[in-house]
């Protein structure tokens, strides 16, 4: 099987690329190693469930206000993460993500939307982009796929929000195009990184999704490579297994991203509920992990 344009091959250290962290003694979630190292202005990563107040089924680090958490556990845990990694909860803004596409760009005044309040949050957003130092972007997750997008000639950062809905839709392209347009970003000088979702291994799904997957891989013209990224089940007709993280990296080099530049992570959310919520595998109640980006100029 060629590999030359494929981020399965390409990718470094596909089980380290995102690290667990802790600081001084607290967990930090788990973060993009190879970015860490190498540019200091950078956070980005993923809060795993530990450290939090939030109790029962959502203990203990849930970090959205969507899912029947009290409100005030959610602010605290919110707080409590942006004191570990030394950022001002101020900097936390937020979208209310909806599985669509849209990509917002945030702004000096947008900073902080979302943080106290859902209906304070940009609306019916799933993608956010910025340019703004001390802006932290955040999008929560229990299974979907975080996207982040790291511009640094131009030192833009994105992060998108992908269920099977919003990767059919593209949401990878739209948001390197989005940064494109807005900061000059070109694709072939991004990062780009896949987090932890829930994997092949365990996102088994039927005609419904496989078919608008289908109809996707056709419209990019991918519709060849197909068996990389849904499995068909041997034994059960019409039952498949479905590859996001794989297939939004593929989206991303669609997009103009160079495969080594791209960084997979390979855990699985449902695989891995000792560290993640998992919506599949906790039937719905469970909790959110907070994805994040951010650029801090001032530690350079
Ligand atoms: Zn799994």
């Given at each position: 099987m060629s590999s030359s344009n494929s981020a399965n091959n390409t990718s470094r250290n596909q089980q380290e690329a995102f690290a667990e962290t802790s600081i001084a003694g607290k967990p930090a979630g788990y973060q993009i190693a190879d970015w860490q190292q190498r540019f200091p202005y950078i956070s980005a990563g993923i809060t795993s469930r530990h450290g939090g107040i939030s109790t029962g089924p959502l203990a203990s680090m849930n970090c959205a206000l969507h899912v029947q958490d009290e409100p005030q556990h959610v602010i605290a845990n919110r707080a409590a993460f942006a004191d570990t990694l030394g950022i001002p909860v101020e900097a936390w803004t937020c979208a209310e993500q909806v599985h669509g596409n849209r990509v917002a760009l945030v702004t000096a005044q947008q900073r902080g939307r979302g943080r106290l309040t859902r209906e304070d949050a940009?609306?019916?957003?799933d993608a956010l982009i910025t340019q703004e130092p001390g802006i932290w972007l955040t999008a929560f997750f229990a299974d979907c796929v975080p996207l982040y997008f790291f511009d640094p000639e131009h030192k833009a950062v994105g992060l998108a929000h992908a269920g099977w809905k919003g990767t059919v839709l593209q949401i990878a392209e739209e948001t390197v195009e989005a940064m494109t347009s807005a900061f000059g970003s070109r694709p072939e000088r991004m990062l780009a990184a896949v987090g932890p979702s829930i994997g092949a291994c365990c996102y088994e799904v039927d005609d419904a999704v496989a078919k608008p997957v289908r109809e996707a891989l056709e419209r990019m013209e991918m519709a060849e490579q197909e068996i990389r990224f849904l499995v068909p089940d041997r034994e059960r007709a019409g039952k498949y297994r479905l590859n996001l993280q794989q297939l939004n990296g593929q989206i991303m080099i669609k997009a103009g991203i160079m495969p080594i530049h791209i960084e997979i992570c390979g855990l699985c959310t449902s695989c891995r509920t000792d560290a993640f919520y998992s919506h599949r595998k906790e039937h719905g109640r469970t909790g959110r992990m907070a994805a994040w980006i951010g650029i801090d100029l001032t530690s350079v």
């Open positions: 940009l609306q019916a957003t």
